[in-house]
C-alpha cells in the first residue's frame, strides 16, 4: 500500500488536546484489517474493522465489531444495508455512514495495524489477531464471547488492548545485540494444521507474522540486518528467540515481508522491498516468494523456489492458495501473487506440498496485468467443480478487480470510491460473504476511511460485480481533515 502523503509530525491545536486524545468510536480511520463472520439469526452477518490511526490524529487505533444489520444512513428513511441480491439494478451506491457500534463493540490497540486474522475454534471463543507496527511492534489478541463483543485477552476488563499483546521486538527471551525481533509486524495468518508435542507442547494452533523492516545488529547500528517469519501460539501469548526464523539468502537483497499462507506442511510468504534499509540494490535477485518447512523449523528449513527466474518483478504483497480439491486430492493447487514493477498477478502451480512430501514445487504458469497497486488477494469458491474467483485489492487504481481463471482474464473492475488525481481510496483489506449462488466483497478504503461494499449476485456472472455501498464517513471531513490540514 503507498500511503498518503502526509506528514507525521506532532499535531498542534486543531487536533490536539491537553489530554489523551481518544480515536472516534463512531467511524473508521485508516481502516486497514477486515474480517466478515456470518452468524446465525443476522442477516448480513458481523465485520471486524482494525482502524491504522496513519496521520495519528489520536494516540491509539481502534478494532470495532459493525453488526452489519444496524448500520444506516443519514437521511430520510434511515436506510439500512440491504441483504446480499435485493439491491435493485438502477439503484446508486447507499451512503451508510452510521456505524452504530455499542460501547462493547470496539477496543483500542496499537496505532498502523496491518492485517487480520480469525481463529474460529471449537474449544473457545473465536479470536482475532492483529499485528500493529507502532511503538510495541504489538500482535493484538482479541477475543469474541458474542459476535459484537470485543475482549482482550489477558486484561479483559480494559478497552485497551495494548496491555496485553505480545510485542515481537521488545525483551524477547534469547535475543542478543537486538537481534532475533520483528519491526513493523504486518502480515498474519492462522495455523491450525500442528498436532502438538506431548514433550514441547509446540504446535498446535499458531499464528505466523510477517514484518515489513529488516532488523540491525547491534539495534539501531544499521549494520548486519536480517528479516524473520515469527510463529507465535494462538492459544497463550508468548514468545522466545526460538519462534523467529530468519530469512536471509547469499544472493538476495535483505528486505521485509509482507503476506503469509499456512499449509498442512509449508508457510509460504512474500518479500517486500525496504527502500530504507534494502542492503544491496545491485543483487538482481529478488524475494518474491519463499517457502518454510515447518517439519524442519529447528534447521531453519528454507525454500527458494525461483519464481523471480521465471517472472521479473521487483517485489511481492499479497498471496492467496487454493484448498486441496476433494475429488480430484492430486492434482497441483494454485498460488495466487500480487507483485509490484510490473502490476501483475502471478498464478503458480504448486505441486508436492502435502504432509508426507519433502520437495515441494512452484511453477509460474501465468501473469495477469493488473490495475496500478495490486495488494491484497482472496478467493471466492465457486464449490468443487469450477476454480476459484481472484479478488485483488489495487489500492493505487482505487479497483477491486475480479480475475476468472476459467475465463483467463480480469471480468470486473470496481471502482471503490472517487479517484482525483492521485488521490484515490486506496483500498486494502478483503472480507467476503458468502451466501448461496452470491458472494458480498467487503474492501476496506483506507485512503477515504469507508468500507466499500461490492456485490456479485450470481457467481456464474461476476463480470456483474457493482458497488453497491459505503460504510462510514469519509476521513477528509470533520476532524481528521482538520488534522490534516494540521499537518500540511
Not at 485477552?153 to 524477547?172: E, F, H, I, K, M
Not at 502480515?187 to 540491525?216: C, E, F, Y
Not at 526460538?242 to 521485509?256: K, S
Request: a negative charge; glycine letters at 10%.
Amino acid at each position: 500500500m503507498r500511503p498518503l502523503l502526509l506528514s507525521l509530525a506532532l499535531l498542534s491545536a486543531a487536533c490536539s488536546r491537553t489530554d489523551e486524545r481518544l480515536p472516534p468510536t463512531d467511524r473508521f480511520v485508516y481502516p486497514s484489517g477486515i474480517v466478515h463472520r456470518s452468524v446465525p439469526g443476522s442477516t448480513n452477518g458481523v465485520l471486524y474493522v482494525s482502524s491504522a490511526n496513519f496521520d495519528r490524529c489520536f494516540d491509539q487505533g481502534t478494532v470495532m465489531a459493525v453488526d452489519l444489520d444496524r448500520v444506516s444512513g443519514s437521511g430520510e428513511g434511515n436506510e439500512a444495508l440491504r441483504p446480499l441480491g435485493t439491491y435493485p439494478d438502477a439503484a446508486g451506491t447507499a451512503e451508510l455512514g452510521q456505524l452504530n457500534v455499542a460501547p462493547e463493540s470496539f477496543r483500542y490497540i496499537e496505532n498502523f495495524a496491518g492485517e487480520m486474522a480469525l481463529w474460529d475454534r471449537t474449544d473457545g471463543p473465536p479470536r482475532l489477531f492483529i499485528p500493529a507496527r507502532g511503538d510495541g511492534n504489538y500482535l493484538h489478541y482479541i477475543d469474541i464471547p458474542a459476535p459484537t463483543q470485543l475482549s482482550c485477552v489477558n486484561s479483559p476488563q480494559s478497552n485497551d488492548c495494548t496491555a496485553g499483546a505480545l510485542s515481537l521486538a521488545t525483551a524477547v527471551p534469547g535475543s542478543q545485540q537486538g537481534q532475533p525481533r520483528a519491526d513493523a509486524p504486518f502480515g498474519v495468518a492462522v495455523d491450525t494444521s500442528g498436532i502438538p508435542d506431548p514433550q514441547t507442547g509446540k504446535g498446535g494452533a499458531r499464528v505466523w507474522v510477517t514484518h515489513l523492516n529488516p532488523v540491525d545488529s547491534p539495534e539501531r547500528s544499521g549494520t548486519n540486518y536480517e528479516a524473520y517469519l515469527v510463529d507465535a501460539p494462538a492459544e497463550t501469548p508468548g514468545l522466545s528467540s526460538a519462534d523467529f526464523h530468519p530469512l536471509t539468502l547469499a544472493g538476495f537483497p535483505v528486505g521485509g515481508t509482507h503476506g503469509v499462507v499456512a499449509d498442512e506442511r509449508y508457510v509460504f510468504f512474500t518479500g517486500r522491498l525496504n527502500n530504507t534499509l534494502i542492503s544491496d540494490r545491485t543483487l538482481s535477485r529478488r524475494l518474491l516468494v519463499r517457502v518454510l518447512d515447518k517439519e524442519n523449523l529447528e534447521e531453519n528449513q528454507l525454500i527458494e523456489p525461483g519464481l523471480d527466474l521465471g517472472f521479473a518483478a521487483s517485489e511481492a504483497r499479497g498471496l492467496a492458495l487454493t484448498p486441496r480439491s476433494m475429488l480430484t486430492p492430486s492434482a497441483p493447487r494454485r498460488l495466487y501473487v500480487a507483485v509490484r514493477d510490473p502490476d501483475t498477478l502471478l498464478i503458480v502451480n504448486v505441486e508436492g506440498i502435502e504432509r508426507a512430501s519433502a520437495s515441494p514445487r512452484l511453477t509460474v504458469v501465468g501473469a495477469v496485468p493488473m490495475p496500478n497497486g495490486p495488494t491484497q488477494v482472496k478467493l471466492v469458491s465457486r464449490g468443487e467443480l469450477r476454480r476459484e474467483l481472484v479478488l485483488v485489492s489495487c489500492s493505487d487504481a482505487g479497483v477491486v478487480a475480479i480475475y476468472d481463471p476459467e475465463v483467463g482474464q480480469v471480468v470486473a473492475q470496481v471502482l471503490v470510491g472517487e479517484v482525483s488525481g492521485t488521490q484515490s481510496p486506496q483500498p486494502f483489506g478483503l472480507a467476503v460473504q458468502q451466501q448461496g449462488s452470491g458472494a458480498r466483497i467487503f474492501a476496506s478504503n483506507f485512503g477515504d476511511g469507508r468500507i466499500s461494499v461490492i456485490d456479485i449476485a450470481d457467481l456464474g456472472s461476476p463480470q456483474l460485480a457493482r458497488l453497491v455501498a459505503h460504510l462510514g464517513v469519509r476521513q477528509d471531513v470533520g476532524q481528521s481533515a482538520q488534522c490534516q490540514e494540521e499537518q500540511l
